[in-house]
């Protein structure tokens, strides 16, 4: 079985950071990618980053290139998602997903198959 665990959501005014973290574990998990998405209420979930455990290749939305970073530690299966500059249009759920195999596009759903319980980041003005 594989878990994802995200953590370091919470309330922080405009132009602040946050980081994000997520733990993978499960002796099975073979994920060659992980992404970030997050879901503000009312609106479908949307791609934010994502990158490749091997190479470290990293790819983002447009409406956050410049802002978020995304990296990994590989010893630690751990993710991250450095947040700064925010916005009060950041404030969203944010998920952590590890892609299945002979996945797809990084910017996609559909491309992965284990999924964190979320974490709550809140933006204010």
């Known amino acids: 079985q594989v878990q994802l665990v995200e953590s370091g959501g919470g309330l922080v005014q405009a132009g602040g950071s946050l980081r994000l973290s997520c733990a993978t574990s499960?002796?099975?998990?073979?994920?060659?990618?992980m992404g970030w998405f997050r879901q503000a209420p009312g609106k479908e979930r949307e791609f934010v980053a994502a990158i490749r455990w091997s190479s470290g290749s990293t790819y983002y939305a447009d409406s956050v290139k410049g802002r978020f970073t995304i990296s990994r530690d590989n010893a630690k299966n751990t993710v991250y998602l450095q947040m700064n500059s925010l916005k009060p249009e950041d404030t969203a759920v944010y998920y952590c997903?590890?892609?299945?195999?002979?996945?797809?596009?990084?910017?996609?759903?559909?491309?992965?198959?284990?999924w964190g319980q979320g974490t709550q980041v809140t933006v204010s003005s």
């Open positions: 499960g002796r099975t998990f073979s994920a060659q990618a």
């Open positions: 997903a590890a892609d299945r195999p002979g996945g797809g596009s990084y910017y996609r759903e559909t491309t992965y198959e284990y």
